[in-house]
C-alpha cells in the first residue's frame, strides 16, 4: 500500500502488443520463427527496399479477428492501414504500417477476478488493431557500437488498447493475467514475454480521490513480466504523488523501468497521435470483412477459459480455487478432463493433477504438451487404487516409475511386485515383524493406546513396500488392542 494511496488514486491504461501466431510476416512471406540468425528471415519488403509492395497476410487477418471475438469487440466491417511516420533506427522504412482512426474491432471488455472482490471487474477494450513490428537494436554485442537485427521487421502484431478503468498495480496485474489466458485459449498467439511474443506498455496518472478529470499520463516501457508491470506501475505511481505533493506539474513523456535499481527513469517526451503524421497507406487497400466471414470464425472459437471454468464448477463440482489452477492452460484443462472422465472421479483427478503432475512437470522441466504420462494411462492407474489393486503408496511409487520409463501402470506394478496383498497370512507376517521391531509401541497400542494405530500401519506399509491392504492391517490390527 502506497503512503499516498489515501490522498491519490492511481488511474491505468495498457497497450499490448501481442504477436500473431502466423508462419510468416504480415505483408510478406519472411518466416518469423524466433531465434534464427540475425537478419536471415528478410527480404526486399522488410528491408524497405526501393520498389517493394506489401501484401496483406490473409492468416493474420483471421487471427486478429479471432483476438477480438474473444475480446467481445465489434469487428469492423471496413478498416484502413495508415503509415505512423517516425524515426528509429531498426525501423528500415521510416514508417510503422499501423492502423489509425479505422480501427479492425472496437468496443471490448475483459472481466477480471481479484482475490478480495466478490464479483468480476470489467475493463473496457478501447481496440484492437493490426500493424507490423519493428527490427531489434542489440548494444550488447560489439564493444561500443550498436547492431540491428531485422528478423522481427513486418512480424504481424494485434495491439490491444485498454480503457482507464484500473485503479491499482494489482488490477493491472490481473487484467493482464486474464487477456493472456483468453488469447491463449482462443490459440491466435504463444503469448511468450520470454520471446517477444507479448509486450506491455503501460500509461499511468495520478488524481486527486474524487476528481473525474484524468491527470497527466506517463507511458512506461521496458518491462519483461506481470510482476514487472505491478512493481513499475506502483514505482511511477509514487513518483508522480510525490511530485504532485511539491507542487510540481507531471510532464507526458516515455518512461523506462530499470527492474535491478526498482527505478523508473525518463527516455524521451511522450509523442501525442499528430506526431507521427498518420496518412492512410497508399499501397494497401482497406480491408473489407463480410459478415459471413466474421460469422465463419464467430462459430470457429473454442471455449473460452471463463466459460470453462464456469462449466467445470458445475460439471464436476469443484471449488472455483481448484478450477482456477486446472484451467490455467487449455492443454492442462484438456489434460485434466480427459483423466476426469476416463476415471469418473473428477475430484481425485483434480486432486493429482495439481499435486503429483503438477510436482513432477516442475521437477523434470515438462510441459503438459511434454509430459510422458498420458491422461488414458494416469486414469488406468486411479482405477487401480480405487480399486485395491494397489495401495495409494504403491500407486505414487507406480506413477514416478511411469513418469521416468513411460511404461503403464499395470506394467509397472507386475514388474516391481506392487500389487495390494489383502492375504492375511501375508499381512499377519509383516505386523508380527513390525511388532518385533517396535516394541514399546506395540505394547502400548495392545494396551490400549489407539493413537498409535498410523504409527504402526505406517511401519507395515514401508515393511510391504507399499503393497499391503491398509484396510485389512487396520483391521487386523485393532484385533491386537485390548477393548
Known amino acids: 500500500m502506497s503512503a499516498f494511496s489515501d490522498k491519490y488514486e492511481m ?172 488469447l491463449e485459449y482462443a490459440g491466435v498467439s504463444d503469448v511468450s514475454m520470454e520471446e517477444g ?64 535499481k526498482g527505478v523508473v527513469r525518463p527516455a524521451r517526451s511522450k509523442e501525442d497521435s499528430h506526431d507521427y503524421r498518420y496518412f492512410p497507406e497508399p499501397d494497401l487497400p482497406p480491408l473489407v470483412l463480410h459478415e459471413a466471414y466474421i460469422g465463419r470464425i464467430r462459430e470457429e472459437m473454442p471455449e473460452l477459459p471463463g466459460a470453462r471454468k464456469a462449466r467445470f464448477v458445475t460439471q464436476y463440482a469443484l471449488g472455483r480455487a481448484d478450477v482456477d489452477v486446472l484451467t490455467a492452460s487449455p492443454a492442462l484443462a484438456v489434460y485434466f478432463e480427459a483423466v476426469a472422465v476416463a476415471h469418473g472421479d473428477a475430484k481425485n483427478a483434480a486432486n493429482w493433477v495439481m499435486g503429483e503432475v503438477s510436482a513432477a512437470m516442475n521437477d523434470g522441466g515438462y510441459s503438459i504438451a511434454e509430459f510422458p504420462v498420458a491422461p488414458a494411462e494416469l486414469a488406468k492407474l486411479l482405477d487401480m487404487i480405487r480399486e485395491n489393486v494397489v495401495s495409494h503408496t504403491a500407486g505414487k511409487t507406480i506413477f514416478v516409475a511411469m513418469v521416468r520409463t513411460g511404461h503403464s501402470a499395470q506394467t509397472i506394478a507386475e514388474e516391481q511386485g506392487l500389487t495390494q496383498v489383502g492375504d492375511d497370512s501375508a499381512l499377519v507376517q509383516w505386523i508380527d515383524e513390525v511388532f518385533t521391531e517396535m516394541p514399546a509401541e506395540a505394547a502400548r497400542f495392545s494396551a490400549g493406546e489407539k493413537k498409535l494405530t498410523g504409527v504402526l500401519v505406517g511401519a507395515v506399509m514401508k515393511k510391504s513396500k507399499g503393497r499391503a491392504d491398509p484396510k485389512k492391517v487396520n483391521q487386523l490390527l485393532a484385533s491386537r488392542t485390548s477393548s
Request: overall charge neutral.
Open 11 to 182: 488511474v491505468v491504461g495498457l497497450e499490448v502488443h501481442v504477436q500473431l501466431k502466423t508462419q510468416s510476416k504480415a505483408f510478406c512471406g519472411c518466416s518469423t520463427d524466433f531465434g534464427a540468425p540475425p537478419n536471415r528471415n528478410t527480404c526486399p519488403v522488410c528491408l524497405a527496399l526501393p520498389g517493394a509492395l506489401p501484401t496483406l497476410n490473409e492468416e493474420a487477418v483471421r487471427l486478429a479477428v479471432r483476438a477480438s471475438l474473444a475480446l467481445q469487440c465489434t469487428v469492423n466491417h471496413r478498416s484502413v492501414f495508415a503509415r505512423k511516420n517516425y524515426f528509429y533506427p531498426d525501423l528500415p522504412k521510416g514508417y510503422q504500417i499501423s492502423q489509425y482512426d479505422q480501427p479492425l474491432a472496437q468496443h471490448g471488455v475483459v472481466e477480471i477476478q481479484l482475490p478480495w472482490d466478490s464479483e468480476p471487474r470489467r475493463i473496457g477494450v478501447t481496440r484492437l488493431h493490426m500493424e507490423e513490428d519493428a527490427g531489434k537494436s542489440i548494444h550488447d554485442r560489439f564493444p561500443g557500437a550498436s547492431a540491428i537485427d531485422l528478423n522481427r521487421a513486418g512480424v504481424p502484431l494485434a495491439e490491444i488498447v485498454s480503457e482507464p478503468d484500473m485503479r491499482s498495480a494489482a488490477e493491472a496485474g490481473a487484467y493482464l493475467r486474464t487477456l493472456k489466458q483468453i
Open 197 to 260: 511474443s507479448l509486450r506491455v506498455d503501460a500509461n499511468v496518472s495520478a488524481r486527486l480521490h474524487g476528481d473525474t478529470k484524468l491527470g497527466t499520463k506517463t507511458e512506461v516501457k521496458n518491462m519483461n513480466s506481470f510482476s514487472g508491470v505491478e512493481r513499475a506501475l506502483q514505482v511511477e505511481f509514487e513518483r508522480q504523488c510525490a511530485a504532485l505533493d511539491r507542487g510540481d506539474t507531471i510532464v507526458q513523456q516515455t518512461m523506462l523501468w530499470d527492474g535491478g
